[in-house]
């Protein structure tokens, strides 16, 4: 008897597949942690658990197959947020600079911001650990690292752009076609 409870606990405790997807699809979109147990119907710890798991392997699968791609422009800013306690985040020690030149020839015309300022905005929006002025930063550095991953992953291979009308992921030569959560799930190995 104690064997079959075992069995069924183990069962019980594991996700399928389509439901580590609504996980992932709610937690892109831009959802809390706590919000997402609840929409999707798992306790808080099972998403907290499903985060590095898919996350490390999201990292893993960019780090591999996302190497030597075509650029012409590129276009940099810095984005940030708060890391375990936004208290003890504020005011930052100082603890020096160095001055460094980084130069290049880009054509006048190409000069801008306004993309890299725009996947920023997509960052925020699609990342609550990332949210400006509230309570749903990142307390630990590992998950903020694997939420980074799982955004990116789904950003570059299941969103069409509007401008590109393809994935990053099609244009870049990466996939032949939109991805959905399932699929990336398989590519990225998660059973």
């Known amino acids: 008897m104690l064997d079959l409870l075992k069995h069924n606990t183990t069962i019980m405790n594991r996700l399928n597949k389509e439901a580590r997807a ?15 147990s609840r929409m999707c119907g798992v306790a808080f710890n099972t998403v ?8 490390k392997a999201c990292a893993e699968y960019q780090q591999r197959v996302f190497r030597n791609l075509p650029s012409k422009r590129i276009q940099c800013d810095e984005i940030w ?17 160095r001055s460094l030149i980084i130069s290049g020839s ?12 725009r996947q920023n905005l997509t960052i925020r929006m699609g990342m609550r650990c990332f949210t400006r002025l509230t309570n749903g ?19 570059n291979s299941c969103r069409i752009h509007k401008t590109l009308r393809v994935t990053p992921a099609m244009e870049a030569g990466t996939a032949d076609h939109v991805w959905t959560t399932e699929e990336m799930l398989d590519r990225v190995c998660i059973k």
């Open 48 to 55: 907290l658990k499903l985060l590095p798991e898919i996350g």
């Open 81 to 97: 947020a708060f890391c375990y306690s936004k208290q003890k985040n504020v005011p930052a020690e100082f603890l020096g600079c």
């Open 137 to 155: 930063f990142s307390k630990k550095i590992e998950n903020h690292f694997y939420a980074v991953a799982i955004h990116c992953m789904h950003y």
């Open 22 to 36: 609504k996980i992932i699809a709610a937690l892109v979109e831009g959802n809390f942690i706590r919000a997402t």
């Open 106 to 117: 880009p054509k006048a015309k190409d000069i801008s911001t306004s993309y890299v300022e």
